[in-house]
Protein backbone atom coordinates (compact mmCIF):
# COMPACT_ATOMS: atom_id res chain seq x y z
CA UNK A 1 0.00 0.00 0.00
CA UNK A 2 1.06 3.33 -1.05
CA UNK A 3 1.94 5.65 2.21
CA UNK A 4 0.27 9.25 2.04
CA UNK A 5 2.30 12.19 3.58
CA UNK A 6 1.76 13.55 6.89
CA UNK A 7 0.68 16.65 6.00
CA UNK A 8 -1.66 14.88 3.51
CA UNK A 9 -3.01 12.75 6.58
CA UNK A 10 -3.59 15.44 8.68
CA UNK A 11 -5.35 17.76 6.47
CA UNK A 12 -8.13 15.14 5.26
CA UNK A 13 -8.66 14.49 8.88
CA UNK A 14 -9.40 18.21 9.81
CA UNK A 15 -11.78 18.35 6.65
CA UNK A 16 -13.26 14.85 7.94
CA UNK A 17 -13.82 16.18 11.31
CA UNK A 18 -15.83 19.48 9.15
CA UNK A 19 -17.56 16.86 7.35
CA UNK A 20 -18.84 14.85 10.44
CA UNK A 21 -20.26 17.97 12.61
CA UNK A 22 -21.56 19.26 9.62
CA UNK A 23 -23.78 16.39 9.28
CA UNK A 24 -24.76 16.02 12.95
CA UNK A 25 -25.06 19.61 13.29
CA UNK A 26 -27.37 19.91 10.33
CA UNK A 27 -30.01 17.43 12.11
CA UNK A 28 -31.20 20.19 14.18
CA UNK A 29 -32.78 23.24 11.72
CA UNK A 30 -31.21 26.92 12.01
CA UNK A 31 -28.24 25.95 14.45
CA UNK A 32 -25.49 28.05 14.93
CA UNK A 33 -21.86 26.94 16.24
CA UNK A 34 -19.19 29.36 16.91
CA UNK A 35 -15.85 27.64 16.72
CA UNK A 36 -13.27 28.22 19.25
CA UNK A 37 -9.58 27.13 19.00
CA UNK A 38 -7.66 26.59 22.41
CA UNK A 39 -3.77 26.71 23.21
CA UNK A 40 -2.08 28.53 20.42
CA UNK A 41 0.72 28.22 19.40
CA UNK A 42 1.59 25.26 20.85
CA UNK A 43 0.40 22.45 22.42
CA UNK A 44 1.18 18.45 21.96
CA UNK A 45 3.70 16.54 19.93
CA UNK A 46 4.27 16.81 16.29
CA UNK A 47 4.29 14.20 13.51
CA UNK A 48 7.45 14.22 11.50
CA UNK A 49 7.67 16.85 8.86
CA UNK A 50 5.12 19.11 10.09
CA UNK A 51 5.75 22.17 11.90
CA UNK A 52 3.47 24.72 13.90
CA UNK A 53 2.49 26.65 10.87
CA UNK A 54 1.72 23.65 8.59
CA UNK A 55 -1.03 23.53 11.49
CA UNK A 56 -2.12 27.20 11.13
CA UNK A 57 -2.33 26.84 7.41
CA UNK A 58 -4.39 23.28 7.58
CA UNK A 59 -7.16 25.27 10.27
CA UNK A 60 -7.00 28.98 7.94
CA UNK A 61 -7.66 26.23 4.81
CA UNK A 62 -9.98 24.04 6.11
CA UNK A 63 -12.35 27.54 8.19
CA UNK A 64 -12.17 28.88 4.84
CA UNK A 65 -13.17 26.11 2.87
CA UNK A 66 -15.90 25.88 5.13
CA UNK A 67 -16.92 29.24 4.85
CA UNK A 68 -16.48 29.60 8.80
CA UNK A 69 -16.04 33.25 9.63
CA UNK A 70 -13.73 34.85 12.48
CA UNK A 71 -12.67 31.80 14.70
CA UNK A 72 -11.41 33.10 17.64
CA UNK A 73 -7.62 31.53 18.78
CA UNK A 74 -7.24 31.65 22.50
CA UNK A 75 -3.08 31.94 23.12
CA UNK A 76 -0.62 31.26 25.75
CA UNK A 77 1.68 33.78 24.36
CA UNK A 78 4.83 31.95 27.46
CA UNK A 79 4.49 28.78 24.60
CA UNK A 80 5.83 30.79 22.06
CA UNK A 81 9.19 30.94 23.51
CA UNK A 82 12.57 31.48 21.19
CA UNK A 83 11.15 29.05 18.45
CA UNK A 84 10.13 31.36 15.25
CA UNK A 85 7.78 28.76 13.96
CA UNK A 86 5.40 29.25 16.75
CA UNK A 87 5.39 32.89 16.23
CA UNK A 88 5.22 32.41 12.91
CA UNK A 89 2.19 30.41 13.16
CA UNK A 90 0.29 33.49 15.15
CA UNK A 91 1.07 35.64 12.59
CA UNK A 92 -0.38 33.43 9.73
CA UNK A 93 -3.65 32.80 11.98
CA UNK A 94 -3.74 36.41 12.31
CA UNK A 95 -2.89 37.46 8.63
CA UNK A 96 -5.57 35.39 7.90
CA UNK A 97 -8.02 37.53 9.03
CA UNK A 98 -8.57 34.88 12.35
CA UNK A 99 -8.86 36.77 15.81
CA UNK A 100 -6.50 36.00 18.47
CA UNK A 101 -7.52 36.30 22.65
CA UNK A 102 -6.65 35.08 25.92
CA UNK A 103 -6.11 31.76 27.37
CA UNK A 104 -3.56 33.38 30.16
CA UNK A 105 0.31 33.29 29.40
CA UNK A 106 1.07 30.56 30.80
CA UNK A 107 -2.29 27.98 31.16
CA UNK A 108 -2.39 28.63 34.57
CA UNK A 109 -4.88 26.46 36.50
CA UNK A 110 -7.24 28.61 38.71
CA UNK A 111 -7.74 25.17 41.02
CA UNK A 112 -4.28 25.43 41.98
CA UNK A 113 -3.37 29.08 42.21
CA UNK A 114 -4.69 32.33 44.02
CA UNK A 115 -6.50 34.63 42.37
CA UNK A 116 -3.48 37.21 42.39
CA UNK A 117 -1.31 34.93 40.63
CA UNK A 118 -4.33 33.95 37.97
CA UNK A 119 -4.90 37.86 37.17
CA UNK A 120 -0.89 38.43 36.90
CA UNK A 121 -0.91 35.62 34.80
CA UNK A 122 -3.68 37.19 32.48
CA UNK A 123 -2.26 40.30 32.61
CA UNK A 124 1.49 39.13 31.07
CA UNK A 125 -0.32 37.70 27.95
CA UNK A 126 -1.44 40.90 27.10
CA UNK A 127 1.55 42.97 25.49
CA UNK A 128 1.53 39.73 23.13
CA UNK A 129 -2.30 40.11 22.06
CA UNK A 130 -1.64 43.60 21.48
CA UNK A 131 1.41 43.30 19.60
CA UNK A 132 0.01 40.77 17.06
CA UNK A 133 -3.35 42.15 17.44
CA UNK A 134 -2.81 46.16 17.18
CA UNK A 135 -6.41 48.03 16.93
CA UNK A 136 -8.26 44.84 16.94
CA UNK A 137 -10.63 43.55 19.75
CA UNK A 138 -8.79 41.01 21.49
CA UNK A 139 -10.46 40.77 24.97
CA UNK A 140 -12.09 37.68 25.09
CA UNK A 141 -11.28 34.87 27.93
CA UNK A 142 -10.96 31.16 27.88
CA UNK A 143 -10.39 30.05 30.79
CA UNK A 144 -8.04 27.37 30.93
CA UNK A 145 -9.29 23.81 31.68
CA UNK A 146 -12.33 25.38 31.64
CA UNK A 147 -11.17 26.00 35.51
CA UNK A 148 -13.06 28.98 37.16
CA UNK A 149 -12.16 28.68 40.65
CA UNK A 150 -12.45 25.94 43.39
CA UNK A 151 -13.99 28.51 45.92
CA UNK A 152 -16.65 31.40 45.28
CA UNK A 153 -14.25 34.02 46.60
CA UNK A 154 -11.46 32.99 44.05
CA UNK A 155 -14.24 32.87 41.32
CA UNK A 156 -15.43 36.02 42.25
CA UNK A 157 -12.49 37.67 42.48
CA UNK A 158 -11.19 36.51 39.32
CA UNK A 159 -14.42 37.62 37.48
CA UNK A 160 -14.43 41.11 39.23
CA UNK A 161 -10.51 41.12 37.77
CA UNK A 162 -11.91 40.26 34.22
CA UNK A 163 -14.37 42.61 34.00
CA UNK A 164 -12.31 45.56 35.28
CA UNK A 165 -9.84 45.03 32.61
CA UNK A 166 -13.14 44.62 29.83
CA UNK A 167 -12.88 40.79 29.36
CA UNK A 168 -15.63 38.71 28.35
CA UNK A 169 -15.17 35.31 28.81
CA UNK A 170 -15.74 32.94 25.82
CA UNK A 171 -17.76 29.82 27.16
CA UNK A 172 -17.81 26.35 25.89
CA UNK A 173 -21.03 23.99 25.29
CA UNK A 174 -19.62 21.62 22.82
CA UNK A 175 -16.07 19.96 23.76
CA UNK A 176 -15.12 16.16 22.83
CA UNK A 177 -11.59 15.94 23.99
CA UNK A 178 -9.93 16.23 21.48
CA UNK A 179 -6.52 16.58 22.80
CA UNK A 180 -6.28 12.85 23.28
CA UNK A 181 -6.43 11.83 19.97
CA UNK A 182 -3.04 13.84 19.19
CA UNK A 183 -0.16 12.27 20.64
CA UNK A 184 -1.32 8.92 19.43
CA UNK A 185 -1.41 10.18 15.96
CA UNK A 186 1.73 11.51 15.80
CA UNK A 187 3.27 8.71 17.52
CA UNK A 188 1.49 6.21 14.34
CA UNK A 189 2.79 8.62 11.86
CA UNK A 190 6.36 8.41 13.15
CA UNK A 191 5.65 4.46 12.70
CA UNK A 192 4.06 4.73 9.16
CA UNK A 193 1.07 2.48 10.86
CA UNK A 194 -1.31 3.56 8.65
CA UNK A 195 -3.64 0.82 10.36
CA UNK A 196 -3.93 2.48 13.66
CA UNK A 197 -3.93 5.98 12.15
CA UNK A 198 -7.38 4.74 9.93
CA UNK A 199 -8.89 3.30 13.89
CA UNK A 200 -7.84 7.05 15.16
CA UNK A 201 -9.79 9.06 12.42
CA UNK A 202 -12.74 6.47 13.11
CA UNK A 203 -12.96 7.39 16.99
CA UNK A 204 -12.22 10.71 16.72
CA UNK A 205 -14.98 11.30 14.50
CA UNK A 206 -17.35 9.00 15.95
CA UNK A 207 -16.31 10.45 19.52
CA UNK A 208 -17.02 13.83 17.95
CA UNK A 209 -20.75 12.97 16.39
CA UNK A 210 -21.96 11.43 19.65
CA UNK A 211 -19.99 14.69 21.98
CA UNK A 212 -22.20 16.97 19.71
CA UNK A 213 -25.67 14.65 19.82
CA UNK A 214 -24.98 14.96 23.70
CA UNK A 215 -24.31 18.69 23.84
CA UNK A 216 -27.51 19.42 21.62
CA UNK A 217 -29.63 17.06 24.24
CA UNK A 218 -28.75 18.81 27.43
CA UNK A 219 -29.13 21.75 26.26
CA UNK A 220 -32.97 21.35 25.26
CA UNK A 221 -33.49 19.51 28.90
CA UNK A 222 -31.58 23.03 30.60
CA UNK A 223 -33.68 24.98 28.25
CA UNK A 224 -36.32 23.70 26.35
CA UNK A 225 -34.52 24.33 22.88
CA UNK A 226 -31.70 24.32 21.49
CA UNK A 227 -29.08 27.02 21.89
CA UNK A 228 -25.98 28.63 20.09
CA UNK A 229 -23.38 26.80 20.62
CA UNK A 230 -19.78 27.42 21.08
CA UNK A 231 -17.14 23.97 19.98
CA UNK A 232 -14.15 24.07 21.42
CA UNK A 233 -11.29 22.29 19.38
CA UNK A 234 -7.07 22.19 20.48
CA UNK A 235 -4.69 23.49 18.65
CA UNK A 236 -2.78 20.08 17.86
CA UNK A 237 -2.60 18.05 14.81
CA UNK A 238 -5.59 15.81 15.43
Request: proline residues 5%; charged residues 25%; contains cysteine.
Amino acid sequence: MKRCRPAVRWISFVFLFCISANTVLAQKPQLEVAITVDDLPQHGDLPPGITRSDIAKSFIATFKAKGVPEVYGFMNAKRIGDDPDRSDSLKLWVDAGLPLASHTFSHIDLTTHSAEEFDADVAEDEPFLQTLMGARDWHWFRYPYLHEGDTLEKRHAVRKYLQEHNYKVAEVTLDFEDYAWNNPYARCVAKQDNESIAWLKQSYLSTAAEYISLGQKMAVLLYGRDIKHVLLLQYRCV
